[in-house]
C-alpha cells in the first residue's frame, strides 16, 4: 500500500476543508444524515481533503471527533498542508492551539481557541502520520491541492506511513538546491534593505528575488508538497496570505488536467458569494476565472474545489460579523454532484464535464 490509496465504491460525502470550526462541521454532517460514528443509513461513506486544524476555534474537537471514524474505517481522508506542518513539528500562522511558539501572536487574530492537552497528540500524531496523500478509483481522485502526474508516481512509489520521512527527504534535497545557488545568503542581503517581519501586514516589502526563488524552490522540489499545497510560480507583486507576505503565487494547474476521472480538491479558499472580497489573497480570479462559485472548472470541467472558505471565519468574529453568511463548510455528494452546506443549504453543482472557458 502505497501514499496513493483506492476510495471505496458506492456514494460518497467528500469534505472540505474544516480549520478547527467544529460547530460547523457537527451541523454540516447532522444535515448529510451521519450518525456520531460516521455511519450513514444508506451506507455512504465520508471522505475529508484534509486541513481538519488550524485558525479556528476548535481544532482539538474536531481531530477527536474524526480520528475515531477514520480508525474504524467508516469514513476517509487524504492530508492537507496544516496536517503536514503538524507531523513535522513546523508552526505556522493560526498553529497556536498546538505550538507554543505561536500562542501568544495567534491570540492576537484567532483568540478564543482550544488548546491541545500534550498527552493526546502522540496518538493523534501517529494516526494522521498514516493517512495517505491521495484517494482514488476509476470515476473519482481526492487530493488536497493538486493532481499532478509527475508527483502522483513520486506518491505511488512511497509506501504508506511514511509522509514524514518523504517529505523531510524532499526538503533537504530543496534545502541543498538552495545551498548550492547561494540563495541563502542573497536572502540575508535582501532583509538587510528590507528589515522588516514578513508577517507584518502594514509593511509591503518590494519585490525581494532571492526570497522569491527560495520559496519556488521549497514549493516546487518536493512533490508531496505540490500535491498538499500546489502548483506555484514567480508573482512579482507581493501580497499578504496565510499571516506572512508571499512572493509566489498559486496556479491553476487544472487548465492542464487533461484525465478523464474527476478530481475533488479543497485548499484554494473558493467564494460562495459572487463579487466578495478573498479570503486568502487576491488569488482567486487566477485560480478560478470567471466560473461560478458552484461550477466546476479546468481543462474538461471536472475538477472541484469544495472549499468554501471556513476558515476565515475567525475574519467575521472579529469584525462582529455573521460567521456563517459568507464562509461555509461544504460536501460534494457522488455522484449526485450536489453540494451540502452546514447549514443545510443544498445546491446543485454546475458545468460538469463543460471546460471552463466554455462557461464563462
Known amino acids: 500500500m502505497s501514499l496513493i490509496q483506492r476510495l471505496p465504491a458506492g456514494p460518497l460525502d467528500i469534505v472540505g476543508d474544516i480549520h478547527g470550526e467544529i460547530a460547523a462541521l457537527e451541523q454540516l454532517l447532522a444535515h448529510l444524515g451521519y450518525g456520531g460514528a460516521g455511519r450513514h443509513p444508506e451506507g455512504r461513506r465520508l471522505v475529508f481533503v484534509g486541513d481538519f486544524c488550524d485558525r479556528g476555534p476548535d481544532s482539538p474537537a474536531v481531530l477527536r471527533l474524526l480520528m475515531p471514524m477514520l480508525a474504524s474505517g467508516q469514513a476517509l481522508a487524504v492530508l492537507g498542508n496544516h496536517e503536514i506542518n503538524l507531523l513535522r513539528g513546523d508552526a505556522k500562522d493560526g498553529s497556536g492551539w498546538y505550538f507554543d511558539s505561536r500562542r501568544a501572536s495567534d491570540e492576537a487574530k484567532y483568540a478564543p481557541f482550544a488548546r491541545m492537552p500534550m498527552g493526546e497528540a502522540p496518538a493523534i500524531l501517529e494516526q494522521l502520520g498514516r493517512l495517505p496523500i491521495a484517494l482514488e478509483r476509476e470515476d473519482l481522485r481526492v487530493v488536497h491541492a493538486a493532481w499532478c502526474e509527475p508527483q502522483i508516481a513520486a506518491a505511488r512509489g512511497l509506501p504508506a506511513g511514511t509522509v514524514r520521512s518523504a517529505y523531510d527527504h524532499y526538503e533537504d534535497v530543496a534545502a541543498r538546491q538552495a545551498q548550492a545557488s547561494d540563495v541563502v545568503r542573497r536572502m540575508q542581503d535582501e532583509r538587510q534593505l528590507w528589515p522588516h517581519s514578513l508577517e507584518d501586514h502594514g509593511h509591503p516589502p518590494p519585490f525581494l528575488p532571492a526570497h522569491s526563488e527560495r520559496e519556488l524552490g521549497k514549493s516546487m522540489v518536493n512533490p508531496l508538497k505540490v500535491l498538499t499545497a500546489g502548483v506555484e510560480r514567480e508573482c512579482r507583486t507581493p501580497f499578504y496570505a496565510g499571516g506572512k507576505w508571499r512572493f509566489v503565487q498559486r496556479v491553476a494547474w487544472w487548465s492542464e488536467y487533461a484525465d478523464a476521472q474527476a478530481v475533488v480538491v479543497g485548499h484554494y479558499w473558493r467564494r460562495l458569494l459572487e463579487g466578495d472580497a478573498a479570503a486568502h489573497g487576491p488569488q482567486a480570479e487566477n485560480l478560478f476565472g470567471h466560473t461560478s462559485p458552484l ?66
Do not use: I
Not at 476565515?312 to 455573521?322: K, L, P, S, T, Y
Not at 456563517?324 to 452546506?341: C, D, I, N, S
Open 295 to 360: 461550477s466546476w472548472h479546468g481543462l474538461r470541467g471536472n475538477v472541484f474545489c469544495v472549499d468554501y472558505s471556513v476558515g476565515a471565519r475567525w475574519v467575521a468574529r472579529r469584525n462582529g460579523e455573521e460567521p456563517g453568511r459568507r464562509f461555509k463548510l461544504a460536501a460534494l455528494r457522488w455522484p449526485e454532484r450536489t453540494l451540502v452546506f452546514d447549514d443545510g443549504v443544498q445546491a446543485p453543482t454546475q458545468g460538469f464535464g463543460t471546460p471552463a472557458d466554455a462557461q464563462a
